[in-house]
């Protein structure tokens, strides 16, 4: 049974930093990251190839996130530094077999499998 189990959130102050973690019962699937803020849409933020090798994210988190992967552990990370009171969502870990080159990699619907989420606070 495939699952994603995500850690790390929490409280922190703007300026802060935080890595989030998600942990699957698969390898080298291509896995990301979503968030969703209270009355918001859902907002992809960054996700990366089954290898390690390729990255993406949205453009409102490029220099200050970073998503990275050790497949030894099964496990993707996401550094959150230069935190703002508008990066306060729930973070959800996602995944798919495979992460394909003529589908944006920001489309939730190409991701099959969900984590449960953790909740996120940058207080200002």
């Known amino acids: 049974q495939v699952q994603l189990v995500e850690s790390g959130g929490g409280l922190v102050q703007a300026g802060g930093s935080l890595r989030l973690s998600c942990a699957a019962s698969f390898s080298r699937y291509g896995m990301g990251w979503f968030r969703q803020a209270p009355g918001k849409e859902r907002e992809f933020v960054a996700a990366?190839?089954?290898?390690?090798?390729?990255?993406e994210y949205v453009d409102s988190v490029k220099g200050r996130f970073a998503i990275s992967r050790d497949n030894a552990k099964n496990t993707v990370y996401l550094q959150m530094n230069s935190l703002k009171a508008e990066d306060t969502a729930v973070y959800y870990c996602?995944?798919?077999?495979?992460?394909?080159?003529?589908?944006?990699?920001?489309?939730?619907?190409?991701?099959?499998?969900w984590g449960q989420g953790t909740q996120v606070t940058v207080s200002s």
């Open positions: 996602v995944a798919v077999k495979s992460l394909r080159n003529n589908i944006p990699w920001s489309s939730y619907y190409i991701y099959d499998y």
């Open positions: 990366i190839s089954g290898s390690g090798n390729n990255t």
